[in-house]
């Protein structure tokens, strides 16, 4: 008699969870490439679309199944990386973002790398390099906290730091950041070809609630380990950290590797959308479980007698 082996209910179709209300927001959010974009003007931070507050539980909750679905697909199939790469200004909620939305998702298929002052080793090389051995394999999902995109804001907003990366006179010539730019987007187009999906999110805080949340971590106990005097001094930078911004999503948002702005100063508004671009990205991407070939089936069963036929 033919046995009766129980095959894999997970993956289609999944009745309770609807992307489509997540795809409608990433297609918001995205940056089209080749504009040219003024945050102030383009960019509310407390925008929160037509999405009710009251919604925001359910809809993230939601949000979180369905990354945690699409991420076990995107492991089986093993084919293809997702890079989310999340810039902001300090305190717009890089590290809660994170943890709130990767929440459902298996550890073993995500990795999250901070990308802080390069160390005297990462200097020696090329400013990409470190970002290149931190990239996610196949199969998995990679988070930049922080990211080579620095290289375009506080060492523009800072000139000085590149004084710090022994670069050759010849190369430190003409426009650097053009050319950064342009580095960057041929490396992109290049790791998308090769399997790898990008998505980049810019947590857009405003002064007034960054103001707000440093305040907080002072004055709550159990907030002040984050707090870090240098970040107030930063602050003063605001408004170049801007404008290096606005140049980096209008240089740098391509069909390979676009950038999302996600509006930052509510924190409930802020999470959904992050929830929103990666579950796009992972339903485009579209990863299946792999079908069993006939003979990979027959060894699956041959296995299964000899468990049955074991003594005791
Ligand atoms: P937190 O929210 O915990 O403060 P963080 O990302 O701000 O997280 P920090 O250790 O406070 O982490 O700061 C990292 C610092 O490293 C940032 O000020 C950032 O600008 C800086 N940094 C990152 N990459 C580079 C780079 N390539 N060159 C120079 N500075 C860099
Ligand atoms: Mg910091």
Redesign the pocket.
């Known amino acids: 008699m033919e046995p009766i082996v129980a095959t894999p209910t997970r993956g289609y179709p999944m009745p309770d969870n609807d992307p489509a209300p997540f795809r409608k927001l990433a297609a918001r959010l995205r940056v089209p490439p080749d504009t040219r974009v003024e945050l102030s003007k383009d960019y509310d931070p407390a925008d929160t679309t037509d999405v009710k507050a009251k919604d925001a539980d359910d809809l993230l909750r939601s949000g979180v199944e369905l990354l945690a679905e699409y991420q076990a697909r995107l492991a089986a199939q093993d084919r293809t990386a997702l890079l989310v790469i999340i810039q902001a200004m300090?305190?717009a909620g890089?590290?809660g973002t994170i943890s709130h939305v990767m929440s459902g998702v298996n550890p073993q298929g995500v990795e999250v790398t901070?990308?802080?002052?390069?160390t005297p080793h990462e200097l020696d090389h090329d400013?990409l390099w470190r970002a290149a051995i931190a990239l996610p394999g196949r199969g998995t999902i990679g988070i930049f906290?922080?990211s080579y995109y620095?290289?375009t804001l506080?060492?523009r907003v800072h000139p000085s730091?590149l004084d710090g990366e022994r670069l050759p006179a010849d190369v430190l010539g003409g426009d650097i950041w053009k050319r950064r730019f342009r580095h960057i987007n041929h490396w992109e187009a290049y790791l998308a070809d090769q399997g790898t999906r990008i998505v980049k999110l810019f947590l857009h805080v405003s002064k007034e609630e960054q103001k707000r949340r440093f305040l907080d971590r002072i004055d709550q106990p159990d907030k002040n380990w984050?707090f870090?005097a240098g970040?107030v001094r930063?602050r003063g930078f605001w408004d170049e950290y801007q404008a290096a911004y606005a140049d980096v999503l209008s240089e740098t948002s391509t069909d390979a590797a676009p950038w999302y702005v996600i509006p930052a100063d509510h924190k409930w508004f802020m999470r959904l959308a992050a929830s929103a671009v990666i579950v796009d990205a992972l339903v485009d991407i579209d990863p299946k479980y792999p079908e069993m070939d006939p003979a990979a089936r027959a060894d699956l069963l041959k296995a299964r007698e000899e468990l049955i036929a074991e003594p005791g």
Not at 114 to 118: L, M, N, T
């Open positions: 300090d305190a890089k590290d901070s990308f802080k002052v390069p400013f906290n922080r620095e290289e506080v060492v730091i984050k870090n970040d930063e």
